[in-house]
């Protein structure tokens, strides 16, 4: 089930059809609930990238309130790995800002 997480990366950024964006958002923070699924993502350069990407708060393609779902979901048990994945890609410099706009 795992090896799906990056076509479900690329779902959330996709605009077309309608809800696609929510559905693959719910799917990926599901996923993201068994520990295995949080370490392959962390593992998958490209993913990360995209995840950070989007939270670009220039970025208003994409809702910000999936991506704190699924940033919440990795966060809540990924590891010390995908906290340094994360920042390395250069999201600290976005999460103030997307903390703002969502709360």
Do not use: Y
Request: glycine share 8%; charged share 25%; proline share 5%.
């Amino acid at each position: 089930m795992g090896g799906c997480m990056g076509a479900l990366v690329k779902m959330v950024k996709s605009l077309k059809p309608a809800g696609l964006q929510d559905v693959a958002a719910q799917a990926l923070v599901s996923l993201l609930s068994v520990r295995p699924n949080r370490k392959d993502l962390a593992r998958d350069e490209k993913s990360v990238l995209r995840l950070v990407q989007m939270l670009d708060p220039q970025n208003e393609l994409v809702s910000k309130k999936l991506l704190v779902l699924v940033i919440s979901a990795i966060m809540a048990g990924g590891g010390k790995s995908f906290r340094k994945r994360i920042a390395k890609a250069g999201a600290f410099p976005f999460l103030p800002k997307l903390a703002e706009e969502v709360g």
